[in-house]
């Protein structure tokens, strides 16, 4: 139980952080451009991330040719973030831009889950997952009324 409960933990403190960097990175893009504020997101990012992996002894870096061309291209799906997030935190405020994500998010896993894609444990859509999504926009627009 206290291991489920630290993994939960975790999850909060990464969804807390998608929370504090959205709000950040709008205000960034407004000032320097959404292109330029996405540049320097993923420079500083790739600076920790660097010192982390020198940190930790470099992990298994020694493999990163072994891995699948989609691996590699990835980091894409954060400069979609990003220029996402400079559109609608503006428009929408930090709430109703980051339940968007959250529900893109949470579609794509659900389709991700039901073909057990990228080695995740395979879980069919079912009604329950359907209504879940369903509820999840609900929820955007009933703040937004």
Do not use: C, K
């Not at 990464?14 to 320097?32: D, E, F, H, T, Y």
């Not at 020198?54 to 990835?74: D, T, V």
Request: glycine share 14%; net charge positive; no cysteine.
């Amino acid at each position: 139980m206290i291991e489920a409960l630290t993994i939960i933990v975790i999850g909060l403190i990464g969804g807390a952080a998608v929370g504090l960097q959205g709000p950040i990175v709008s205000a960034m893009g407004q000032i320097v451009g959404p292109a330029a504020g996405s540049f320097i997101v993923h420079v500083s990012g790739a600076v920790f991330a660097g010192l982390l992996l020198f940190a930790r002894g470099g992990e298994n870096m020694a493999h990163w040719r072994s891995l699948p061309w989609y691996m590699l291209l990835s980091g894409i799906f954060g400069v979609v973030l990003y220029l996402t997030l400079n559109q609608t935190m503006p428009r929408f405020g930090a709430l109703t831009a980051l339940m968007l994500i959250i529900a893109g998010q949470i579609t794509v896993g659900v389709v991700i889950d039901h073909f057990g894609w990228f080695g995740v444990a395979q879980r069919p859509i079912d009604g329950v997952r359907v209504l879940a999504l369903g509820l999840m926009l609900l929820s955007i627009y009933l703040i937004n009324r």
